[in-house]
């Protein structure tokens, strides 16, 4: 037998992080997948689907994303139902989440923030970043080489800069202009 789901879509919200009685982490987030085709007006849909993630990946993805993030989640759909204080039926499809990615970079993820007014604070549940050079000044022989490894990290910054200019797909923001006769079929 086969179950698998793969998705990708925004988040409609921020992704809502609970514990169980047993201290499993639970996250529950919806994602809008948009359609294929549009409709009669012109108009492309969107399909809302409600995912959860479960334990330690749930508590990593509450923390890496927010509403409007970009992911690619990989699981598979799973039914269930309850009984409500009504005492009636109700019955839940949603895809249970094995693996999620985040697709886009957190300078897009922040820039989307800032230019929505959002008013949450962008480093506060952010990674802390492995670009940078170290801040220490000694190294572990005791031997002070900060000032060669300042300059090795200033080669490496003009480097990946001259890289950047030469790659037509650096500057990922902006739409790249393809006909039908570049295409290969």
């Not at 359609?35 to 330690?56: H, L, M, P, Y």
């Not at 409007?68 to 269930?80: A, C, E, K, Y």
């Not at 940078?132 to 000032?147: A, D, F, R, T, V």
């Amino acid at each position: 037998m086969i179950n698998r789901v793969v998705l990708v879509g925004r988040l409609t919200r921020d992704p809502e992080l609970r514990y169980t009685a047993n201290g499993a982490a639970v996250a529950s987030f919806t994602v809008a997948v948009n359609r294929q085709f549009t409709n009669s007006q012109g108009e492309r849909e969107a399909d809302f689907i409600n995912c959860v993630i479960w334990r330690k990946a749930a508590e990593n993805f509450a923390n890496f994303t927010n509403k409007g993030s970009l992911v690619g989640i990989d699981g598979r759909l799973q039914t269930r139902n309850y009984e409500n204080q009504q005492g009636q039926r109700v019955y839940v499809t949603e895809v249970v989440v094995d693996n999620f990615s985040l697709l886009e970079s957190r300078s897009e993820s922040e820039k989307r923030n800032s230019g929505n007014g959002s008013s949450s604070n962008a480093n506060s549940n952010q990674a802390p970043s492995y670009n940078q050079p170290s801040q220490s000044n000694q190294s572990p022989y005791g031997n002070n080489n900060n000032q060669s490894n300042n300059n090795s990290n200033n080669n490496n910054q003009s480097n990946n800069s001259n890289n950047n200019m030469s790659d037509p797909f650096a500057d990922n923001s902006k739409p790249i202009d393809i006909s039908d006769d570049d295409l290969p079929f």
